[in-house]
């Protein structure tokens, strides 16, 4: 047998049972199989910091700040490399509000450091290595990495963002786990890897790796997406998996998390937010404005979320980033999924109802959300009506913002309702990702792609000049009278 092992800071053994899961029996074990150094830094995962000229770099250790100081050697491409110091963080069993994570579930998940490589050059490539120095002087490094820095906000060059939901991990080897929940995990990892030189920034919308509380699939997240996250920045939304448990302050109060209320997730990626707890942040990428909401957050009128979707929305330049993009995981706006119509509705409750006057208003191109495995574009839609009929090419004046379920990133696929919306344009019960392309400020590309094989299932293309953003259309222009 062959058996992928990945270093999580301690040694391995391999043990045979008989009888099965229902009565096992030990017969064997083998001895220790160990790394040559089990503390030494890996996984790292590129995000962008709180301005557009910031990388941070994060990763996972064994060292503690008492044994090793830890750092990122970086610099342009082909010329000097400077130092920049790393912050570190963990996270103790206390913190976990319940089981498993608190009880079987828990595993120590090492030191978790982040280092914010600052005025970076648009567009430029640069070279880094994670590395800590120990008491004695002697440095244990991790692999070199390249990144290209993003671009200045409103700069108009190719710009390229892939966006899904939901994909979990899943075992490279073939080997069986006890949640074996994630099964197209692999094959939307692995079009990525392949894709990865035509892709600019990755945004995972929540259900990040379904560890439910099994802390070690942390690491085995990490470690499949290191080729994609140590190259591209690797943003993440907060999800039902990551966050929601009785009494914690979610807003959806279930187990789905298995007892992390969003700890490790908090910990593990870095995120931009203003307090990475709540999870909810904004992205300025070249042309791009993107708002991450937190679906596991109280997000109707009057929270302080609420505040930040509509000065997400209302604070951007047009004429320089005209693509407006929210993003969130469970779906705020229309989707068929059988599970929300045998509770009456399309959506979760109290959505649309209270965000649909933010995204008419300020004229929000694309919705995408995730939590229903599988994908789903509708018309342009408001009120549950199509303002401008579905198509493949939208060009003129704003009409109203199309939504898109992208949850079909690994996990188990959902089904549709037997009933079909007259909004529901596309549906895919299938494996896949999204990717947006701005080509320039008038033209912009949307494709889903299967998982499965790399084809574009569905499509569509905008063209817009800036006099068509600032045209009026229904409910999305400030009331008039007769003064002149």
Not at 41 to 47: E, H, I, M, N, S
Not at 205 to 216: P, T
């Amino acid at each position: 047998m062959k058996l992928q092992l990945i270093n999580q800071r301690e040694d391995f053994s391999f043990a045979l049972f008989s009888g099965g899961l229902s009565n096992p029996k030990l017969i064997a074990h083998s001895k220790r199989v160990t790394f040559t150094n089990p503390k030494a830094p890996v996984y790292p995962r590129l995000a962008q910091g709180k301005s557009w000229n910031e990388m941070t770099v994060t990763w996972t250790s064994g060292y503690g700040t008492n044994e090793a100081t830890p750092f990122v050697k970086w610099g342009l491409q082909g010329q000097i490399q400077s130092l920049s110091p790393a912050g570190t963080l963990t996270f103790s069993r206390s913190t976990m509000c319940g089981p498993p994570a608190r009880t079987v579930g828990w595993r120590d998940p090492g030191f978790i450091h982040t280092s914010f490589l600052k005025d970076l050059w648009p567009n430029f490539k640069y070279t880094y290595r994670i590395g800590h120095r120990l008491s004695d002087g002697s440095i244990i490094w991790g692999h070199e990495y390249s990144f290209q820095a993003p671009p200045y906000p409103g700069e108009d060059s190719l710009q390229r963002v892939v966006i899904f939901g939901d994909m979990g991990k899943a075992e490279a080897d073939g080997s069986n786990e006890f949640n074996d929940f994630e099964p197209g995990s692999l094959n939307t990892t692995y079009q990525l890897i392949k894709d990865l030189k035509n892709i600019d920034m990755v945004i995972h919308i929540g259900d990040i790796c379904y560890a439910n509380g099994y802390l070690s699939q942390w690491d085995q997240f990490t470690a499949q997406v290191e080729p994609i996250a140590s190259s591209v920045p690797y943003m993440v939304g907060s999800g039902n998996h990551e966050r929601d448990w009785p009494g914690s302050g979610s807003f959806y109060g279930n187990l789905d998390s298995g007892g992390e209320c969003g700890v490790p997730a908090q910990n593990m990626f870095y995120v931009p937010a203003e307090n990475r707890e709540q999870f909810w942040y904004s992205i300025d990428y070249g042309m791009f404005r993107f708002c991450i909401a937190n679906t596991e957050l109280d997000w109707r009128p009057g929270t302080e979320q609420y505040k930040f979707i509509e000065h997400c929305f209302s604070s951007v330049d047009r004429q320089k980033q005209p693509w407006l993009i929210f993003l969130a995981h469970r779906v705020l706006g229309y989707s068929s999924a059988s599970f929300y119509v045998e509770e009456g509705t399309t959506e979760e409750p109290m959505g649309r109802e209270s965000l649909q006057p933010l995204w008419q208003k300020y004229k929000v191109d694309i919705a995408m959300y995730g939590h229903v495995h599988g994908y789903e574009r509708t018309c342009p839609v408001y009120e549950n009506v199509c303002v401008a009929k579905a198509a493949s090419h939208y060009s003129g004046a704003f009409t109203a913002t199309t939504h898109v379920v992208v949850g079909g990133g690994g996990a188990s696929l959902a089904d549709y309702a037997g009933v079909r919306a007259r909004w529901s344009h596309v549906q895919d019960r299938d494996y896949g990702f999204a990717k947006l392309t701005a080509f320039n400020h008038t033209a912009l590309l949307f494709e889903y792609v299967r998982s499965r094989d790399g084809s574009v299932h569905d499509s569509f293309t905008v063209s817009r000049d800036y006099r068509d953003i600032l045209a009026c259309g229904v409910d999305n222009c400030p009331t008039t009278t007769l003064a002149s």
